[in-house]
Each structure stands twice: as structure tokens, then as C-alpha cells.
T-cell receptor, first 111, second 111 residues
Framework: TQLLEQSPQFLSIQEGENLTVYCNSS?????LQWYRQEPGEGPVLLVTVVTGGEVKKLKRLTFQFGDARKDSSLHITAAQPGDTGLYLCAGTGAGSYQLTFGKGTKLSVIP | DADVTQTPRNRITKTGKRIMLECSQT?????MYWYRQDPGLGLRLIYY???????NKGEISDGYSVSRQAQAKFSLSLESAIPNQTALYFC??????????FGSGTRLTVV
């Protein structure tokens, strides 16, 4: 079973601060996805990374896939209250279509 | 209309009752999934289906069954509900190009 460990589990910061969330595994993933989930709703896909070392930017969010495809990070610049939510990483292993989820990082951005 | 629609949104049922959660999609995706989400445990896969004639058990299928009535419909049944099946249930669809799309979830409480 491939496991994804996310850290930190909880994060509370002031508006305007920067933050980084991590997603780590001992297994290699063929692709890794990041989702944001708001209360009462399902997860919404933010980005998919597939190449080791790949960096993708989505406005103030920067996603990086580790060179060995075992880890990923999400960096938010100048966090806004609208960034509040549960951030989930999820990966697919080689030859598998199943998505394995981390337990998530719950982010609160205080105005 | 939402791309992935789950009904009901909320349900309270008694121990031992049979209950069905329904999911329909307008994405046109062949692949459909049922997940449950518990605090501190993340999202775990119950069953998945790659087409109408293909049904597969996920990580935690015991106590659950599914039916793929059509490409657009995938229902989850609890034959005899028990309190530890109290959770948030999500249906999802996927394809290789668009990734995963989740419904808004069904909050199930078994008393």
C-alpha cells in the first residue's frame, strides 16, 4: 500500500503570510495531484504534476514535484482568507489507476 | 446542474437498516468511484468501476455493495448499516485528460 504523509496537519496564519505544505512518501508516484476542499463540498482539483522536478504555478500557488517523484510541496504566497480550506495531496502509482490520498492539511487564514 | 450529483445530501438512519446512496454524472466519464471521508483518516476508496460491466473492490469494501446502472449512474448500498459507517461519502468520476471530479458529498449518520 502506498502512503502519503502530509504536514503540517493544521496551519493557522495571518493574511499576507507565506506558507508551505508538504506531501511525502517512500513510494514513487507516476502522478501527483493537489485538491482543495471547503466545508460541505467535495475536493476540487487544483493541479496535476507528472514529471520529476516539475513546477506549476496557479496564481499565488506554486506546486513542485520532487525529482524522485516521491514528494511534493504546495507554496502559497501572501495568503488570503479565501485560501482557507483542507488541502489534500493524492497520487497514482505506476500501472495503477487508483488514487491514494493523504490525510490533508487544514489551513486557516486569519484576516 | 452539477457535473456529479449525489443524493441525498444528508441522511440519518437506524442501525440495521438498508440504505442506498445515489450518484449521477454528466461528465461522460467511464470511470466512477465511491470514497468515504472520516476526520483524521482522509479519503478512502470503497469501490470503483471503469465501465458498466466492471466493478472492483477498493480499500474498505466490507459492508458495502455497488451497482453501475448506466455509464452515468453509480449507486452505493449499505446492506445493514452500523454506527461506524457514519461518515461523509463522496462519488467521483475521472478520465485521463480531466482528472477527477467529485460530487458534493452525502453526510450519513447511523444511530
Amino acid at each position: 500500500t502506498q502512503l502519503l504523509e502530509q504536514s503540517p496537519q493544521f496551519l493557522s496564519i495571518q493574511e499576507g503570510e507565506n506558507l508551505t505544505v508538504y506531501c511525502n512518501s517512500s513510494s514513487v508516484f507516476s502522478s501527483l495531484q493537489w485538491y482543495r476542499q471547503e466545508p460541505g463540498e467535495g475536493p476540487v482539483l487544483l493541479v496535476t504534476v507528472v514529471t520529476g522536478g516539475e513546477v506549476k504555478k496557479l496564481k499565488r500557488l506554486t506546486f513542485q514535484f520532487g525529482d524522485a517523484r516521491k514528494d511534493s510541496s504546495l507554496h502559497i504566497t501572501a495568503a488570503q482568507p479565501g485560501d482557507t480550506g483542507l488541502y489534500l495531496c493524492a497520487g497514482t502509482g505506476a500501472g495503477s489507476y487508483q488514487l491514494t490520498f493523504g490525510k490533508g492539511t487544514k489551513l486557516s487564514v486569519i484576516p | 446542474d452539477a457535473d456529479v450529483t449525489q443524493t441525498p445530501r444528508n441522511r440519518i438512519t437506524k442501525t440495521g437498516k438498508r440504505i442506498m446512496l445515489e450518484c449521477s454524472q454528466t461528465k461522460g466519464h467511464d470511470r466512477m468511484y465511491w470514497y468515504r471521508q472520516d476526520p483524521g483518516l482522509g479519503l478512502r476508496l470503497i469501490y470503483y468501476s471503469f465501465d458498466v460491466k466492471d466493478i472492483n473492490k477498493g480499500e474498505i469494501s466490507d459492508g458495502y455493495s455497488v451497482s453501475r446502472q448506466a455509464q452515468a449512474k453509480f449507486s452505493l448500498s449499505l446492506e445493514s448499516a452500523i454506527p461506524n459507517q457514519t461518515a461523509l461519502y463522496f462519488c467521483a468520476t475521472s478520465d485521463l485528460r480531466e482528472g477527477y471530479t467529485f460530487g458534493s458529498g452525502t453526510r450519513l449518520t447511523v444511530v
